[in-house]
């Protein structure tokens, strides 16, 4: 695969603040039109390894490439083809939706339409309201239009849903997967497992600076011996049983075998692949 | 493919400066602090000392001195810590227009608000103030602009000491308010007791408003002023100097 293929290259990633390390050696590639999830509790490094690669803190070590560019030295056309979608950002107090949209289209050499932005970002019928005026998951989708309104080819997402409610996440989850069919790149970082789960197409998890385990989501940790398949099923008398496996083929053979030859019927049959959330516990306690 | 082409410095500055316009007007606590309260004073003092034209020809050039602080060192004081505690100036960073275009729109904005306070201020004491148009024009322009590169220097720099939104008010107050009594926007300076002249002298407020007197009133030669513009001067590249060594992206944590 060429250099090309990667909307992100990151090699030996290093960050210390004072002797605070708080990156300590991190790999990773982001495809271009991939969704990629940084995923870790707080203080894992997450945000200093996104804030680096968008071009806001200088690495103490290693190499860094997105969209072939240094990020540290701010070219501009980079930023002009990267949207940013900071974990908290604030905007100005007195300014319309609308306005402020086509304030920064204006800095683009080929923005979106801000039509478009808005129906995008679920802002419709709030063209002309002031900021101030929004409510907190209203100003948090204003984030998102503002990051899309310069059609990025690259997007990142830091903690884009938290604080939000069911409904509003399902909102932001819709947008997240329209990016992904404009062929965006997207690199998002979360708490929510589910949230990485559903739109990943593949995650890392970083604990203490690290990365600990790299993957797709569904696939994470199988086979490493680290989390077992789930086998549920009511036997006979309507009790609910549960099994831990490594090998769910043998297992399933011989339970079901014997319920035949029992003559029973087991109700509920069920067989669950670790969740991510189960190898994020597993990897992070 | 074909890139397109980016947008140029000049107009991305001029978008920043529509918008500031835009935005201050909405906004009726900096609209008032940071435009009207200097002709509202104006119109005060005026009141008080009609009739006595010595006091007026020290009031006039006075308030406009005050006009040229609150328009810049107070406006951008309070403005660039609003914008870095509430994350614009992160997000703008995050951007493709230059940090340079983005401050200057900034900046444009505030200037703007110089240059009309002068005018309103010329055109109230020919007006109604006995004061007559200045009789140096030139040497008036040239005192504005050393007193906004000067008070604008000064104002970004104490952003940087001003923790966070809710302070900002106190700070800049506790600096103008003792500035503008000290420094003569009131009274002729040179009636006030020798330790507060001796701490005027060493201020640049008291010396624009020399150099405005001498522009708008009694019409003495640049040549005569100089150094009041070395004070200024002086003012000016600590102010620059502080302004970018403490200048930050992002808002404090606290």
């Given at each position: 695969m060429s250099s090309s293929d990667f909307a992100i290259e990151v090699r030996g990633l290093r960050k210390s603040y004072g002797d605070l390390e708080a990156v300590r050696g991190i790999d990773f590639s982001v495809r271009r039109g991939e969704v990629f999830g940084l995923l870790g509790p707080n203080g894992a490094g997450k945000t200093t390894t996104v804030e680096i690669l968008e071009g806001y803190r200088e690495r103490t070590a290693g190499d860094v490439s997105v969209l072939g560019f240094?990020?540290?030295?701010?070219a501009r056309e980079l930023r002009s083809r990267v949207g940013i979608v900071l974990q908290s950002s604030g905007i100005y107090r007195h300014v319309k939706v609308r306005e402020v949209l086509e304030h920064f289209a204006g800095f683009y050499p080929d923005p979106r339409d801000v039509d478009e932005v808005i129906e995008l970002a679920g802002l419709r019928g709030k063209e002309?309201?002031?900021?101030?005026?929004?409510?907190g998951g209203q100003l948090r989708r204003l984030d998102f239009a503002l990051a899309l309104v310069g059609d990025p080819e690259l997007i990142f997402l830091d903690e884009?849903?938290?604080?939000?409610d069911p409904a509003a996440r399902r909102g932001a989850w819709d947008t997240i997967r329209s990016l992904k069919a404009l062929g965006k790149t997207v690199l998002l970082t979360t708490h929510y497992l589910d949230e990485a789960q559903v739109l990943a197409d593949r995650v890392a998890i970083v604990k203490d600076g690290r990365i600990l385990v790299e993957g797709a989501p569904s696939e994470l940790?199988?086979?490493?011996?680290a989390v077992r398949y789930r086998v549920a099923w009511r036997n006979g008398s309507g009790l609910l049983n549960q099994q831990e496996t490594d090998d769910p083929t043998t297992f399933l053979h011989e339970l079901t075998s014997a319920a035949l030859a029992r003559g029973e019927k087991l109700e509920s049959l069920s067989v669950s692949r670790p969740t991510l959330e189960d190898v994020y516990l597993e990897l992070t306690a | 493919m074909i890139e397109a082409a980016q947008p140029s410095f000049a107009s991305l500055t001029w978008r920043q400066y529509r918008l500031e316009r835009r935005m201050f007007w909405r906004n009726p606590s900096a609209a008032f602090f940071n435009f009207m309260l200097p002709l509202v004073l104006l119109a005060l003092f005026g009141a008080v000392f009609s009739g006595n034209q010595e006091d007026l020809d020290v009031i006039v050039p006075g308030i406009a001195g005050m006009s040229v602080v609150s328009t810049t060192f107070s406006a951008l004081a309070y403005n660039v810590t609003a914008m870095r505690e509430l994350g614009v100036l992160k997000r703008m960073r995050g951007t493709p227009i230059p940090s340079g275009a983005f401050l200057l729109g900034i900046a444009g904005h505030a200037i703007t608000n110089t240059a009309l306070q002068m005018v309103l201020i010329t055109v109230a004491g020919k007006l109604f103030?006995?004061?007559?148009?200045?009789?140096?024009p030139l040497e008036m322009v040239v005192f504005v602009v050393l007193g906004v590169v000067c008070f604008s220097s000064l104002g970004v720099a104490l952003s940087h000491v001003i923790p966070n939104n809710e302070s900002a008010p106190a700070y800049v107050n506790a600096i103008f308010l003792p500035l503008i009594i000290v420094s003569g926007v009131f009274y002729?300076?040179?009636?006030?007791?020798s330790f507060l002249a001796g701490i005027a002298e060493a201020l640049p407020l008291t010396h624009l408003i020399d150099g405005l007197s001498a522009a708008m009133?009694?019409?003495?030669?640049i040549g005569d002023q100089i150094s009041s513009i070395g004070v200024l001067v002086a003012w000016t590249v600590l102010g620059v100097v502080l302004a970018i060594r403490g200048f930050s992206w992002e808002a404090r944590r606290s």
């Open positions: 240094d990020p540290q030295e701010r002309e309201a002031r900021t101030r005026t929004l409510s884009p849903t938290t604080g939000f940790g199988v086979g490493s011996g | 103030f006995g004061v007559d148009w200045p009789p140096n002729d300076a040179a009636d006030v007791p009133v009694t019409g003495s030669g």
